[in-house]
Nanobody, 124 residues
């Protein structure tokens, strides 16, 4: 099976930037589509961004499009989420996920493996 560990979260001022990382182990990393989701206290989990197993296709939530960029480095078994122009509404626990799919996946129910998450807090 696949294990996923996120890092890079923290406290940042509005307008600042953070880069989240997710390191995968246990299976062939390039065989999985990858995604990022977030969940704020008292709210449902929300799709953020996803990338195909080759890195050739990406999708973003409308709320982050133009500000966030998802990428992957299969040689390092790592997927990244570069977050720029952060807003207080971006405050949440961010989790990465892996799906056994050849195409980009946005439906959370299709994902097979999930990380524990990393906290991102944006102050005004």
């Amino acid at each position: 099976q696949v294990q996923l560990v996120e890092s890079g979260g923290g406290l940042v001022q509005a307008g600042g930037s953070l880069r989240l990382s997710c390191v995968a182990s246990g299976r062939t990393f390039s065989s999985y589509a990858m995604g990022w989701f977030r969940q704020a206290p008292g709210k449902e989990r929300e799709f953020v961004a996803a990338i195909s197993w080759t890195g050739g296709a990406t999708q973003y939530a409308d709320s982050v499009k133009g500000r966030f960029t998802i990428s992957r480095d299969n040689a390092k078994n790592t997927v990244y989420l570069q977050m720029n122009s952060l807003k207080p509404d971006d405050t949440a626990v961010y989790s990465c996920a892996a799906a056994r799919s050849t195409i980009v996946v946005v439906n959370p129910f299709i994902y097979d493996y999930w990380g524990q998450g990393t906290q991102v807090t944006v102050s005004s």
